[in-house]
């Protein structure tokens, strides 16, 4: 059988692997591998007998990663845990947990589940970061978890920060986390790897925001839509660490799963402050600390290996990307994103002109609240105000960053004018807590992501920026730079191997027992593109734990068309444009759908890491552009533009997971679709990962 058929569970490696430590040696020839892929090759557990085959991208396979992360979300992983029937965590050096999503809230509920997450992670020996030590991705790049050539995963979207230290971060989902807690391991598809070669040098008052801005407007039809992306060329040596990981992290927004950076003298040298720094502050305090000043994960002697091992682990020569693109990094001015879509960008120097009226402003955010980012803000508020009817909130992405910050002056400055302080945390970036936009507000944020209704309410406006252009619109009152840079169409290339694959190799594939041969239901239509998982699944209901499957249902779609859960009915095949399901990894975006009624959905493509969701829960989830493209060719009348359309021209579509095919009423040839693996088929006919980890500690448990 396939692997992922076992995925090794109850056999997983140590997990906290450094100091070299690696997979079962690969039989057979070895291909030509690129980073991503030699990363995953160090992660994958080892076949039933033993052995390991070499890694390509696409394939399903079971890794075993060095870390797993979860923040607030922690409570949430717990109940599936202990309804895996888990008695003990398998490895607790393998887990990390680290409160900062919502750490302003002070009511009896929300301290009673930190204190709950605190008492677990103590009864299990695992790593606990309590609130205020600020946000987990921060956390995990300062305290040496994610660390050069690790594969780390944590359930948040933004995992891929990890990358811009030469670490292959991706984010999991709830259910992956507790299988992972339960076993050591979970299952990957290795993604396509795109190269994206950055050459030249950024000019002054230019930023990595803005380059992660630029990629995101420039390429903004699913170019990279679920690969790896690695960064290379010869303007990487010119961008800070703290550069890197902007890029890194907002390669999520892109449409990417990774987003990886090599590792060299900048890369190095940085590791070695923080190993400086931890030397003269001491352990952390946490329940993986042995006797010593530094952790063995980050210490001196890790740091030498990982300075050897960077040749070994370049791309090699002759290896395979699926998509190349080049940017010009002296070509790039400082954009803005928006309103309300990350992929809308725009020059400030054109977004100054129509002078756009703020009533917020942002440095807060994994992204961008780093101690050079609070440095080039302070650097443009010092001594001056802001503006009158103008509120600007700050927050340090850890309380070293703030203490740093505090040192230097910069978090005085800052303050001085008129900045009002957060607690180091996500905040206001995932709409909770003090300063979130109101009805009709206009906000300008230093964060990743501005999806309508995700920092407040849903009809406000907001837009992204670096810190500079965020610190001068509150000065100014009005969206605008620190100066003018002058009109530059950014100089790049896009070359791609893609085609369309949605119907590639379709045709009679085995079906795995349990997993259905037909699905047949009543198309309803959401033909927008881009719905993200805050349009789903509002992020003011993600951290509630008490919501029962029918309440999820009743909120379906909320933020993107209220009226749905009305409109839908048991067994509906929800029928979506392009990228659907971009944005959080919350897996409750593909359990609120099954729980209104959608049997399946049918789409243009889908985020990876939602379609992960999706199977992990048992719903699935299709991606056919030929049948989009039919379905909407036919919607051509006005009453048809509505957000979400039942049907008007077809009965029901059905679904022959036998043949791979779709087909619909009054059209006289099927429209094919990529078949489900086997990995996938089996997670769906058991009804999800939550019961194949229970089966097979069970199966473990009796051997």
């Given at each position: 059988?396939?692997?992922?058929t076992?995925l090794?569970?109850?056999g997983?490696m140590?997990g906290?692997?450094w100091?070299?430590?690696?997979a079962?040696r690969?039989?057979?020839?070895?291909?030509p591998q690129n980073?991503?892929?030699?990363?995953?090759?160090?992660h994958v557990?080892?076949a039933?007998?033993?052995?390991?085959?070499w890694i390509?991208?696409?394939?399903?396979?079971?890794i075993s990663?060095?870390?797993?992360?979860?923040?607030?979300n922690?409570?949430?992983?717990?109940i599936?845990?202990?309804g895996?029937?888990?008695?003990?965590?398998?490895?607790p050096?393998?887990v990390?947990f680290?409160?900062?999503?919502?750490?302003?809230d002070?009511s009896d509920?929300?301290l009673k589940?930190?204190g709950?997450?605190?008492a677990?992670?103590?009864?299990h020996g695992?790593?606990?970061?309590?609130a205020?030590?600020g946000?987990?991705?921060q956390v995990?790049?300062?305290?040496g978890?994610a660390?050069p050539?690790?594969?780390v995963?944590?359930s948040?979207?933004?995992?891929?920060?990890y990358?811009g230290?030469?670490?292959l971060g991706?984010?999991?989902?709830?259910?992956d986390?507790?299988?992972?807690w339960a076993?050591g391991?979970?299952?990957?598809q290795?993604?396509?790897?795109?190269?994206?070669?950055?050459n030249?040098?950024?000019?002054?008052?230019?930023t990595?925001?803005?380059?992660?801005?630029?990629?995101?407007g420039?390429?903004?039809?699913?170019?990279v839509?679920?690969?790896?992306v690695?960064?290379?060329?010869?303007?990487?040596?010119?961008l800070?660490?703290?550069?890197r990981?902007t890029?890194a992290n907002?390669s999520?927004?892109w449409?990417a799963?990774a987003?990886v950076?090599p590792v060299d003298?900048?890369t190095l040298s940085?590791?070695d402050?923080?190993?400086?720094?931890i030397?003269k502050?001491g352990?952390a305090g946490?329940?993986?600390?042995?006797p010593?000043t530094v952790?063995?994960?980050?210490?001196a002697?890790q740091l030498?290996?990982?300075?050897?091992?960077?040749?070994?682990m370049?791309p090699?020569a002759?290896?395979?990307y699926d998509t190349?693109?080049?940017l010009?990094?002296?070509?790039?001015?400082?954009?803005?994103?928006?309103p309300?879509d990350?992929?809308?960008a725009?020059s400030?120097?054109?977004?100054?002109l129509?002078?756009?009226e703020i009533?917020?402003?942002?440095?807060v955010?994994?992204?961008n609240?780093?101690?050079e980012?609070?440095a080039?803000?302070?650097?443009?508020v010092?001594?001056?105000?802001?503006?009158?009817g103008?509120?600007f909130?700050v927050?340090?992405?850890?309380s070293?960053?703030?203490?740093?910050?505090?040192e230097d002056g910069?978090?005085?400055a800052?303050l001085a004018?008129g900045?009002?302080?957060l607690?180091p945390?996500?905040?206001p970036?995932?709409?909770l807590g003090?300063?979130?936009?109101?009805d009709?507000?206009?906000g300008?944020s230093?964060?990743?992501r501005?999806?309508t209704?995700?920092?407040g309410?849903k009809s406000?406006?907001?837009?992204?920026?670096?810190?500079?252009?965020?610190?001068?619109s509150?000065?100014a009152?009005?969206i605008?730079g620190?100066?003018?840079y002058g009109?530059m169409?950014?100089?790049f290339t896009h070359?791609?191997?893609?085609?369309d694959?949605?119907?590639?190799?379709?045709?009679?594939?085995p079906l795995?027992?349990?997993?259905?041969e037909?699905?047949?239901?009543?198309p309803?239509?959401c033909?927008?593109d881009?719905?993200n998982?805050?349009?789903?699944?509002p992020?003011k209901y993600?951290?509630?734990d008490?919501?029962s499957?029918a309440e999820?249902?009743?909120?379906a779609?909320?933020n993107f068309?209220g009226?749905?859960?009305?409109l839908v009915?048991?067994?509906?095949?929800?029928v979506a444009?392009?990228n659907?399901g971009?944005?959080s990894?919350r897996?409750?975006?593909?359990?609120?759908l099954?729980?209104?009624?959608?049997?399946?959905?049918?789409?243009g493509s889908a985020?990876?890491?939602?379609?992960?969701?999706?199977?992990?829960?048992?719903?699935?989830?299709i991606?056919?552009?030929?049948v989009?493209?039919?379905?909407?060719?036919l919607?051509t009348d006005?009453?048809?533009?509505?957000?979400?359309?039942?049907s008007?021209?077809?009965?029901?579509?059905?679904?022959?997971f036998?043949?791979?095919?779709?087909h619909m009423?009054g059209i006289d040839?099927?429209?094919?679709?990529?078949?489900?693996?086997q990995?996938?088929q089996e997670?769906?006919?058991i009804?999800?990962?939550e019961?194949w980890?229970?089966?097979?500690?069970e199966?473990t448990a009796?051997a």
């Open positions: 059988r396939m692997v992922g076992r090794a569970m109850g997983a140590g906290a692997r100091l070299g430590s690696v079962a690969p039989t057979g020839v070895r291909p980073l991503v892929e030699k990363i995953v090759q160090r557990v080892p039933a007998d033993g052995t390991v085959g390509r991208a696409g394939q399903a396979v079971a990663p060095s870390y797993v992360m979860t923040h607030d922690t409570a949430a992983v717990m599936k845990f202990k895996l029937g888990a008695a003990k965590i398998a490895n050096s393998q990390v680290t409160l900062d999503h919502n750490v302003q002070k509920g929300n589940k930190y709950d997450i605190e677990f992670g103590k009864v695992v790593d606990f970061y309590p205020g030590r946000i987990g991705h995990l790049c300062e305290e978890y660390y050539y690790r594969m995963v944590a948040d979207s933004h995992s891929n920060m990358g230290l030469g670490c991706t984010p999991v989902v709830r259910t986390a507790a299988g992972i076993t391991s979970t299952w990957w290795v993604p396509k790897v795109a190269k994206v070669e950055l030249g040098k950024l000019e002054p008052g230019v990595g925001k803005d380059v992660i801005i630029t990629l995101c420039l390429l903004n039809s699913d170019e839509l679920n690969h790896a690695e960064f290379c060329g010869t303007g990487v040596v010119s800070s660490v703290d550069e990981l890029i907002m999520t927004e449409g799963l987003g950076f003298d900048v940085w590791l402050a923080r190993l400086k720094r030397t502050r352990l946490v329940a993986s600390d042995q010593g952790p063995l994960r980050c210490n002697a030498a290996l990982t300075a050897l091992e960077t040749a070994e370049q090699d002759d290896c395979h190349t693109v080049t010009d990094l002296s070509t790039v001015r400082p954009h803005v994103s928006g309300n990350v992929k809308l725009t400030v120097d054109n977004v100054a129509d002078r756009i009533h917020k402003a942002y440095l955010s994994c992204v609240s780093r101690q980012d609070l080039a803000a302070a650097d443009i010092r001594g001056k105000r802001v503006a009158d103008v509120e909130y927050a340090a992405a850890s070293e960053v703030q203490e740093q910050s505090e910069n978090w005085q800052l004018a900045a009002i302080p607690p945390g996500c905040g970036c995932i709409g003090k300063g979130i936009l109101e009709n507000e206009v300008i230093a964060t990743n501005n999806f209704g995700r920092m309410a406000a406006k907001a837009y992204l920026a670096s810190p500079t252009v965020v610190a001068a509150a000065l009152g009005y605008t620190p100066r003018t009109e169409a950014p100089a070359t791609s191997s893609n085609v694959e949605s119907g590639a190799d379709s045709g009679t594939l795995v027992g349990g997993f259905p037909v699905i047949t239901g009543r309803i239509i033909r927008a881009n719905i998982t805050d349009g789903i699944y992020g993600t951290y509630r008490d919501m499957p999820m249902g009743a909120v779609m909320e068309d009226e749905f859960p009305q009915n048991q067994g509906d095949i929800l444009g392009f659907f971009t944005g990894s897996e409750q975006a593909a359990t609120a099954k729980a209104a009624g959608i049997a399946a959905v049918i789409c985020n990876q890491t939602y379609k992960r969701n999706a199977v992990n829960n048992g719903l699935i989830v991606e056919c552009p030929s989009l493209k039919a379905i909407l060719s919607l006005p009453s048809h533009d509505s957000l979400t359309l039942v008007p021209f077809t009965a029901e579509l059905r679904i022959d036998v043949s791979s095919t779709i009423d040839h099927p429209f094919p679709f990529r078949p489900f693996d990995v996938c997670l769906i006919a009804g999800g990962l019961a980890v229970g089966v097979e500690l199966r009796s």
